[in-house]
């Protein structure tokens, strides 16, 4: 009798134990995460490495994008490089960033849809020819089917980019 005690208390013991090893709090991964992929042209409309043109920040970086000649116009070659954003869920707040290119500056604001706290959207964007001053874009409608494959999300061509005047906002 005193036997079994002893292994049931020696269990519990060991069992606590591990109890107070293992981590106290498990994260687990409730969304994939959105991305926001930006073409980047030059002034005669070229599609260009933006890493001489775009300084990353934040939750931004320069990718490779695959199968480009697919969905961009005159992207000349398979790989093209790209700045991409990315937000945990999805973007709570639009997209803004400045661009330089040969001493201009070009400010542009991407207008992400309101979605669901958890809720993921995956965009790519075309650029226009390189212009000194501030665009934005509206990403709150579908946009194109991507030839390139869903993964990258839905195709807004540069036709969808409006001048704006940054005084009256």
Known sequence: MRSSFMKVLVLTIFAGALLCLAPLSVRAQICPGSSLRYVVRDEQGNVIDPSGV???????????LKDASKVIKVAGTEKTRVIEWRGMCNFREPVNESL???GKVMNVTFNTPRVSQYATRNFLVDSLPFREGSYEIDLTSEGEENPAGAWLGNFYPAKGWKKINPATR
């Open 100 to 102: 330089t290119l040969n």
């Open 54 to 64: 775009f300084e990353p920040k934040r939750s931004a970086d320069i990718d490779e």
